[in-house]
Structures are given as structure tokens and as C-alpha cells.
């Protein structure tokens, strides 16, 4: 039964001793170059693919030299490697908003590194540290004298009683970082709202795609398949499952809408479908 609190007689906040660590990565660069070697991008991008459970408060960025080249030199070269990660980020649905410090901080100091073999510690050295800190923990609030909370209409009551007009956000369908693919605890979410979308054949949708964190309104970019239409990949997944699961292709479209309509807040819930009424059929 859904409650919210009228009344808090009695708060007890437990504080919780143990904190999440900080998660760490590191990419590897060539001598004098900023560009990211694919096998390090793919190392990253697996690295980025593990932060979607991750409910995140600050990535800091650092980027290093090695001890060759002057001091200016290694300045805005180690700039470079932290802005060429930062921009990857932003490209794979990291909000730019969680990364707080991007920092070229120049040559490393060789002795700083257990490591005899000298071309193995200049190899070390030309790196870009990247550092994740996890929310802490919300403290365990009890509470006394609860009433029942007023029943929020679901997805499947407002497609029940839907109009033309009516915009519907799938809030339960949660997508993959990055990918066209939803989670997999929302795919029986998803199986509800086209058994839902068959009892209604009057109405006629337009399937709207939505990505979360890119820069200037640009699409994101799918990595199964390296194009940057991430929205529309995401409208079309769900035009397909409606498909498989019976309704009729005639009552539906499908466009992506990039990043243009951002819900604010969580990120995650950027990533999303939603649907607009477009016509009802009354003869049915």
C-alpha cells in the first residue's frame, strides 16, 4: 500500500558507518598524443557501462605527462588527454554537470612510480586518472502515524483512458547507457504497456525516443552500432516489441527527439520513451 507522511511524531536517523569507495580508471596514451587508442577507448567504455547503477556525485578528470618536454609543453598536452576523456563522456549519456574537474596537471615524477624500467614508467605516466564518487548512502529515517497516500494514476490507467493529445511518459522503461536496449527489470513493464496498447485499437501514437547529457541538442551516440541517432534507435526498439507483440504497425510512428527535452533531475530518466496520442478512431 502506497503512504507519504502527514505527521512525524518521532525521527530516529541511523548513521550509516560504512562508505562507498571512490571508483577508479585510468587511460593509457601515446607519446605526445591526445588522442584516445581504441583499446583504451574500449577499456573506458566498459569502465562507463558499469556507472549505470551507480547513483554518482562528482567525476574529477586529471590528466598527466611524462617527465619529456618542457614544462608548457606538458601543461596543455595533459589538458588535452583530460579533455579528449571529458568529451567521451559526453558522448556516452554522462551528464557534464557530475564532472566537476577536468585538470591537466603535467608531468608525473618519475620517482613516484615503483618501476625500474624506464620506458615503462614514462608509459605509466602518460595517463588521464579519472575518479567517481558515489552519493553517500541516504540515513535510515523512522517515522510514526502514516495515512494512505491518494492511488497515482499508472501508465496502464492513463493509456485506459487516454485521448488525442494526451502524452504519456513511460517513467518504468529504463534504457542501457548508451544503448537502444532497455534494463532488463523493466522489459515485463514494457510487455504490460503493449498488452495495454492491443486492448485500445481507436488510437493512433507517435513513439518519441529521448537521450540524456549530450551537448548543443545532439543525438547520442548508439554503441552497438557507432551512429549518433541513439534517440530514434530507442523509438524504434520500442516500435518493434509493439510490433512483435501484435499491434498494428498502421497505429504507430516513431521519432527520436535527441536531447531536446530534458525532464530535469536524474539523468536516467532522460533516457526514455514516451508516447502522443495522435488520433482516436470513435467507430471503434
Do not use: W
Amino acid at each position: 500500500m502506497n503512504i507519504f507522511l502527514i505527521n512525524i511524531l518521532l525521527i530516529f536517523c541511523v548513521t550509516i558507518c560504512s562508505s562507498q569507495q571512490n571508483l577508479t580508471h585510468e587511460v593509457y596514451f601515446e607519446t605526445d598524443e591526445y588522442d584516445v587508442p581504441n583499446t583504451e577507448k574500449n577499456r573506458l567504455l566498459l569502465f562507463i557501462s558499469e556507472l549505470t547503477d551507480v547513483n554518482i556525485e562528482t567525476i574529477s578528470i586529471f590528466g598527466f605527462c611524462d617527465d619529456r618536454g618542457a614544462d608548457t609543453y606538458n601543461l596543455k598536452l595533459s589538458q588535452q588527454r583530460a579533455d579528449a576523456i571529458k568529451s567521451i563522456f559526453s558522448e556516452n549519456e554522462i551528464s557534464e554537470s557530475l564532472i566537476t574537474n577536468v585538470d591537466g596537471k603535467g608531468e608525473i615524477l618519475l620517482k613516484i612510480v615503483e618501476e625500474k624500467n624506464l620506458l615503462k614508467i614514462r608509459g605509466l605516466n602518460r595517463k588521464v586518472e579519472i575518479i567517481v564518487k558515489p552519493k553517500p548512502p541516504k540515513p535510515v529515517i523512522k517515522v510514526a502515524k502514516i495515512v494512505e497516500k491518494p492511488k497515482e494514476k499508472t501508465v496502464i490507467d492513463k493509456i485506459n483512458e487516454s485521448v488525442k493529445g494526451d502524452k504519456i511518459i513511460f517513467k518504468d522503461i529504463l534504457f542501457k547507457t548508451g544503448y537502444a536496449t532497455i534494463t532488463p527489470a523493466t522489459k515485463k513493464n514494457l510487455t504490460a504497456i503493449a498488452e495495454a496498447l492491443a486492448k485500445r485499437p481507436d488510437i493512433y501514437f507517435t513513439i518519441q525516443g529521448h537521450v540524456c547529457c549530450t551537448k548543443y541538442s545532439r543525438d547520442a551516440i548508439d554503441r552497438k552500432t557507432k551512429l549518433r541517432n541513439l534517440s530514434e534507435a530507442r523509438a524504434k526498439y520500442v516500435y518493434d516489441y509493439f510490433a512483435k507483440k501484435g499491434i498494428d504497425k498502421k497505429r504507430m510512428r516513431h521519432i527520436g527527439l535527441r536531447r531536446k527535452f530534458p525532464l530535469g533531475g536524474d539523468p536516467q530518466y532522460d533516457r526514455r520513451v514516451e508516447i502522443v496520442i495522435n488520433y482516436v478512431d470513435n467507430a471503434n
